[in-house]
């Protein structure tokens, strides 16, 4: 039997800062359009036809509440079958429902993840500090802003990029975010505007960062069995891999990324990417911090270390590059915390099915969606997916 894994139905919404939905509610909008879409009901563990498991993603330190992702398991129809969490970003949970595919274990896997920063706004830094080692950095008062305005000078002082170069990327995705109604921040903006904008810490203003916002994404996978029953567009996990940097600042060169080298190369090999310059033909990268998208063209063996802004700049990014990146607008344009990789992974699945609107791009056959997350960048994970020929 063959272990090919593909994710055959995917909905994602997207709210701003504003509370709108309970944790449930959001869940619910994202499960019933896969329910919908794919016929499947919710169905004991000892049935055949339904889901076999769920996996749900929810970020607990950053819920307001106790247990909060327990309140999902009813709407996630978790009940009577095998259920499992992931405290971590909904792009770590389509990995795990891969592998269980990939195993033999289930045929199917529905991945539900929910995050809402409208909950933990207010304390951001604090909880985001307890993530630094508790007798260097913790004292300091660090998060993940200032470990990020740490990471960019750095880079910037080591390959001589300029604060005009690295304010392009918000003035590429959000111009791109226009064509994405699920956008929480878009517009035509200048270099002036994004170096004009409310500094948060230098050089990183608001205009270079994520706005917070309230989303839920859910994703079906199945094995190629299944999937050919439940979809005439499945899109084919080809290859995947992550990897984790040191714990301690201190020990890590923040101007390059090894870990995100080492992930992506044994990705492109399980996926049979000789060369990602002309085997890939769209990427969606982690831009929590707009200067992340140049190091992450750099750490994928796009092009060299430091060549990431003239890359940049010769226009192969851009949507009419030869390899577009961050159509969708990027996480620049807004999503929570717990599905800034997730909502890569999805605008690729719409890409590849055709189904992306105005962004839409042609003859795509094979994308990349890329996961940043920790404090600089410490943990990275690369998916490549494709559709058949």
Known sequence: MSNRVA?????????????????????????????????????????????????ICHE???????????????????????????????????????WQIASGEFETVLVVAVGQDS??????????????????CRPLGLDNVQAAALQVQRYAH???????????????????????????????FSIADV?????????????????????????????????????????????????????????RDLADSEVLTMAAKKAYRMAGIDNPRTDIDLLEVTDEFAYQELMAYEGLGLCAAGEGPRWLESGVSGHDGLQPVNLSGGALSGTSHTTIGMARVAEIVLQLRGEAGKRQVG??????????????????????????P
């Not at 994602?12 to 794919?38: D, F, G, H, M, W």
């Not at 996630?76 to 971590?88: C, I, S, Y």
């Not at 909950?119 to 260097?136: C, M």
């Open 7 to 55: 994710i055959v139905s995917m909905a994602q919404v997207n709210y701003s800062e504003k509370r709108a939905y309970s944790p449930e509610e959001l869940a619910y909008r994202a499960i019933r359009p896969v329910l919908q879409e794919t016929g499947l009901r919710f169905l004991p563990a000892y049935e055949k036809g339904g889901i076999d498991a769920s996996l």
């Open 60 to 98: 607990h330190s950053r819920i307001a509440r106790p247990f909060s992702a327990s309140l999902i398991v009813d709407v996630a129809g978790a009940n009577l079958r095998p259920d499992e969490k992931v405290d971590q970003d909904g792009a770590v949970g389509v990995l795990e429902a891969f």
């Open 119 to 136: 909950t933990a706004a207010s304390g951001g830094n604090a909880i985001e500090n307890k993530v630094f080692d508790p007798f260097f």
């Open 158 to 188: 080591k390959y001589g990029i300029t604060p005009e170069q690295l304010a392009a990327i918000s003035v590429k995705n959000l111009g791109n975010a226009r064509n994405n109604p699920l956008a929480l921040r878009e517009g035509d």
């Open 195 to 251: 170096l004009g904008a409310r500094m948060l810490a230098d050089p990183i203003t608001t205009l270079q960062s994520r706005p917070q916002g309230d989303s839920a994404i859910v994703m079906l996978l199945a094995n190629e069995q299944r999937a050919r029953q439940l979809t005439d567009k499945p899109v084919w996990i080809k290859g995947l891999a992550n990897c984790c940097d040191g714990y301690f600042l201190g020990d």
């Open 363 to 388: 003859r795509a056959r094979t994308g990349l969606a890329h996961l940043a997350s920790g404090p600089a960048g410490q943990f990275h994970q690369v998916m490549i997916l494709g559709v058949n």
